[in-house]
């Protein structure tokens, strides 16, 4: 019984997680009056707990290795919980909304379960479970995607993500039939000695590198993204562009590197085209863009052109920061939706870039957190996505992959070029006629919260060592 | 706590002040006083650095100090100067000093401007301090992104295509750095960042040849290499007054002391490759820079393209690796940071009075603004090289260094490199007769007045500058030949 418990109990993070999800679904319950604070406020002092209880500091295998536990995995799902908070605190202005209200629990909700989803897929140790992680992550994001009910857009973006998920999980899951039928056996741990390098098995593995290229929007399978990302509620396009990424791209780190290490040659080749096709292709057509939530869509596929470079390096420092690149890509892509979504709310529904004309004059503060947020996606020092680029870079290189990271660095080029063009329209472009601030924008206290935090996280977590250093020490305590 | 991190602790600082500042006063008092204590240090550690040489210090590096950052990549925040960075960091210090008074009325958002002005600075400082690759590429970009806002927000004319298209050219140069410091990191086994430890280590030729012109052409973008020079004359020609001291001033040497420490120290058998190749492109730049000055029109763009060429000599010089050559690189960096940030100074001082920047339509200043003017005949007689004034001493101590390498290639190109000195005495006297002399014919220009306190402090302070090299160049050639020894007879090895 009580070695039982125990087992039981090293699933802490999935079980916390799961408590918070019933307990804010039964607080939506036996709530008097929509529209209030206190769910809110619940649901994310509940989440912050959350954060810390995910962290195991060893290695734990459950159900006969169904389910595998690590440091590396754990810290991982600390990132994205946190991710998922500075959702949470930023989505006030738009659940207070009067047609959204009613469904604030249900958003929360919603999103926990695709979280306690991804938990799972990153903690796999069977394709089994993998795929219902998977799954889990997926069906209810579509929810999300359909949220405002009323806007024709967003209903519209979910049908497109439901058709295209169900359509990558159709690859992924022939991707897993053709592994079982050539090597009898799901397990992670087994797959690895019984795997051969036969045709059969590289059409598998391509077919769950182009179902993991769905989820992570990798181009050619990046063609939902820009649609879906611009129906969404802004909210839920920042949860997608950053929690649902990270979560697959880790997955596919995990799974690409510790399970297929005989066709180490052809995974590597794959990933390393679908990256410089990836980040350029994002890059391109992003520059296209005047929508920020299309342009927001088209940078983050290509920023997952680089997280692939990490899964590429195939080696600890690459898993490690692979892991560092995600957590910067939350904090500063979480705060630029939510700069995007306060200028929404405040300013009539405008997510065009010439909305952002003049914001100096006005809004200092939140220019100010955009400017940095931008730059630290570009990759400029001293914020911290120039580290995690650099430790990315310095992974891949470390690989051999010359050529490919010279390309991704010539591409930051480009990418600089249109967060600058953000932060030339906030600074230097005058507003247009009629333009909806006049006056500073008073955003609430959740998105302050939200914007301060991640302002932190991108000006400190760079500049302080440990946090990597802590990743790259996890990632190298990985079992297989 | 070493004396170096002041020179990046003391700029934070000033942004903390400048972001707690309230009034307009209180930010020029928080510049004035970060700037003035940055001088004073500069000068206070140029005095103790001549002190322990002149007491026997031997190592290639002084004032050294490492702290180990990110541990699985060997980055540490190691800092160390030697002559050439004591002299660098000398002229940064003089430059934004100056460059505070050169900006002292600017306006709007005069807080900002100075937030990103000092954000600049600390850059320019932590790159010179720094003898780490990362730490180094690191305080590089800080230096660079700033020019975006500085530029578009605060410039003049086509000032967003300004601002982007230099922002862009030279972080595509820092695209070719980075990819070049990872091979200079993993082909010297991933021991180390610090350049001093690697300059110990061997590089594997192959490595060294690829990622030779990938340093050298990443810092040589920023020192205005042809045919990498093009975002110069656009940004200068764009950016506010003290902008353009600084950049053209501080910045554009960070291209010919990365060069110098990093590429050409480390990489001697690709600098043995690529040689040639590199010092015909930087001949092009001296000539064809001087060139360029003679067809313009616009005060900023003459000066901007003689800096294209002065610029271009620095690289020459350090390409032609001889020890007297690389002394005088070192001494034109310093010589041409003085007076080109005194010429961007005057320019932007005619240019708040007049309002026009047109050669065609300036004449006869000498008798409205005597002080400015007089300041303008200094700084062109500077620039062309006359004897009493710091542009002599280096472009003589070039010149006579070049010629010493015997090879019959490099003689050629020292001759040709040579013409610019006549071309440069044609576009600056004809600039200084046309502007300057005759009679003035628009009756508004007359009712102009000279130079205001402010101004004069940033002017004086160059001029003596410029003076003091030209008069006592001595103190300053004898630190960096010094310095220069070990880096050149590395080279020789290979050369």
């Known amino acids: 019984m009580n070695n039982y418990m125990s087992a039981v109990l090293s699933l802490h993070a999935e079980l916390s997680l799961i408590v918070v999800l019933v307990v804010v679904f039964l607080a939506d319950l036996f709530r008097s009056r929509p529209g209030g604070r206190g769910l809110r406020v619940l649901v994310c002092a509940l989440m912050l707990v959350q954060v810390l209880l995910n962290l195991s500091p060893d290695t734990r295998e459950l159900f006969g290795g169904m389910y595998v536990n690590t440091p590396f995995t754990s810290v991982v799902k600390s990132i994205l919980s946190a991710g998922t908070l500075l959702v949470f605190l930023q989505s006030g202005e738009w659940t207070r909304r009067p047609d959204t209200a009613i469904r604030e629990g249900e958003f929360y909700v919603i999103t926990l379960s695709t979280l306690l989803g991804m938990f799972f897929m990153l903690s796999a140790g069977h394709f089994l479970i993998f795929y219902v992680g998977l799954e889990m992550a997926s069906i209810p994001m579509a929810c999300l995607v359909a949220m405002d009910k009323k806007r024709r857009q967003s209903a519209e973006a979910g049908a497109k993500f439901i058709l295209s998920s169900m359509f990558s999980s159709a690859l992924l899951l022939y991707g897993l039939s053709l592994l079982y039928g050539t090597t009898g056996t799901l397990y992670f741990a087994d797959l690895p000695d019984v795997l051969q390098s036969g045709g059969l098995e590289r059409l598998a593995l391509v077919l769950f590198i182009a179902g993991m290229g769905f989820k992570m929007s990798l181009v050619p399978f990046h063609l939902w993204t820009a649609d879906v990302y611009q129906g969404a509620p802004t909210g839920v396009t920042a949860y997608l562009s950053v929690i649902s990424k990270g979560a697959a791209a880790v997955a596919l780190a995990v799974v690409v590197r510790f399970v297929f290490p005989a066709l180490t040659d052809d995974w590597s080749v794959v990933l390393a085209l679908l990256s410089v096709v990836t980040i350029t292709l994002g890059n391109l057509m992003a520059v296209l863009q005047h929508d920020m939530k299309r342009f927001m869509a088209f940078s983050s596929i290509s920023q997952a052109g680089y997280i692939v470079l990490g899964v590429l390096a195939g080696s600890p420092a690459g898993m490690a920061s692979l892991a560092f690149y995600v957590a910067i890509y939350v904090v500063a892509n979480v705060a630029v939706f939510a700069v995007i979504s306060t200028v929404e709310q405040h300013g009539g529904g405008r997510t065009d870039r010439e909305a952002f004309n003049g914001l100096y004059a006005t809004n200092p503060r939140l220019t100010l957190v955009m400017t940095l947020a931008l730059f630290s996606l570009g990759g400029i020092p001293p914020f911290a996505g120039f580290f995690s680029k650099f430790f990315i870079f310095a992974a891949a290189f470390e690989a051999g992959w010359h050529l490919v990271v010279f390309l991704a660095l010539l591409n930051t080029i480009i990418s600089l070029y249109y967060y600058l063009l953000v932060v030339k329209a906030m600074y230097i472009s005058t507003p247009a006629e009629g333009s909806a601030f006049g006056s500073p924008i008073h955003s609430s206290r959740g998105v302050r919260l939200c914007l301060a935090l991640c302002t932190l996280g991108v000006c400190v977590l760079g500049v302080l060592s440990c946090f990597y250093e802590n990743l790259f020490q996890w990632a190298d305590m990985l079992p297989w | ?495």
């Open chain 2, 1 to 495: 706590m070493n004396i170096l991190s002041l020179f990046v602790l003391v700029p934070l600082l000033m942004m903390l002040g400048l972001w707690a500042a309230r009034t307009l006063s209180q930010v020029r008092g928080v510049m004035v006083a970060g700037s003035s204590v940055l001088l004073l240090l500069a000068i206070w550690l140029v005095v103790d650095y001549l002190g322990l040489r002149a007491g026997g210090a031997t190592e290639e590096m002084l004032f050294t100090d490492s702290v180990m950052w990110y541990a699985p990549l060997h980055i540490c925040y190691a800092v160390g100067v030697d002559g050439i960075s004591v002299v660098m960091l000398l002229l940064s210090a003089i430059i934004v000093f100056t460059g505070t008074f050169a900006s002292w009325k600017l306006k709007p958002l005069t807080k900002e401007y100075f937030l990103w002005f000092t954000l600049l600075s600390t850059g320019v400082f932590g790159f010179f301090i720094s003898v780490d690759l990362f730490t180094m590429f690191m305080f590089y970009e800080v230096a660079l992104i700033p020019m975006y806002l500085l530029i578009g927000v605060w410039g003049s004319g086509r000032k967003e295509y300004a601002a982007m298209k230099l922002t862009l050219m030279l972080m595509g140069g820092s695209a070719f750095l980075l990819i070049g410091i990872l091979g200079i990191y993993y082909g010297a086994g991933a021991q180390t960042m610090n350049v001093l430890e690697i300059a110990r280590l061997h590089i594997p030729e192959e490595m060294q040849r690829i990622f030779f012109p990938a340093v050298f052409v990443g810092f040589g973008v920023l020192g205005a290499l042809f045919p990498f020079h093009t975002w110069s004359p656009d940004g200068h020609a764009s950016a506010p007054t003290a902008v353009s001291m600084l950049h053209a001033g501080v910045l554009m040497k960070l291209g010919g002391y990365g060069c110098f420490r990093v590429a050409m120290y480390l990489m001697p058998e690709g600098l043995a490759m690529w040689g040639d190749v590199f010092l015909v492109l930087t001949t092009i730049s001296v000539v064809y820079g001087a060139f360029s000055a003679v067809v313009q029109t616009d005060l900023k763009y003459i000066n901007a393209y003689s800096s294209v060429s002065h610029c271009g000599l620095v690289l020459f010089a350090l390409l032609m690796m001889t020890r007297t050559s690389c002394t005088g690189a070192v001494l034109q960096m310093l010589s041409h940071g003085l007076m080109t940030a005194l010429f961007f100074a005057l320019i932007g001082m005619i240019y708040g009075r007049t309002h026009t920047r047109d050669v065609r339509q300036l004449s006869g200043l000498m008798k409205i603004m005597p002080f400015l003017a007089v300041g303008y005949v200094l700084a062109g007689l500077a620039n062309l090289g006359l004897p009493g004034l710091s542009g002599f001493v280096a472009e003589m101590t070039v010149f006579v260094g070049s010629f010493e390498h015997t090879d019959l290639f490099h003689r050629a190109c020292t001759i040709i490199a040579t013409t610019s000195i006549v071309i440069t005495a044609v576009y600056i006297l004809r600039v200084v007769g046309k502007i300057l002399y005759g009679t003035c014919h628009n009756p508004e220009h007359l009712k102009l007045t000279d130079a205001t306190w402010d101004e004069r402090v940033a002017v004086i302070c160059l001029v003596v500058c410029v003076a003091g090299l030209g008069l006592a160049p001595w103190w300053v050639s004898d630190a960096v030949s010094a310095s220069v020894e070990p880096i050149v007879s590395q080279l020789s090895v290979f050369n």
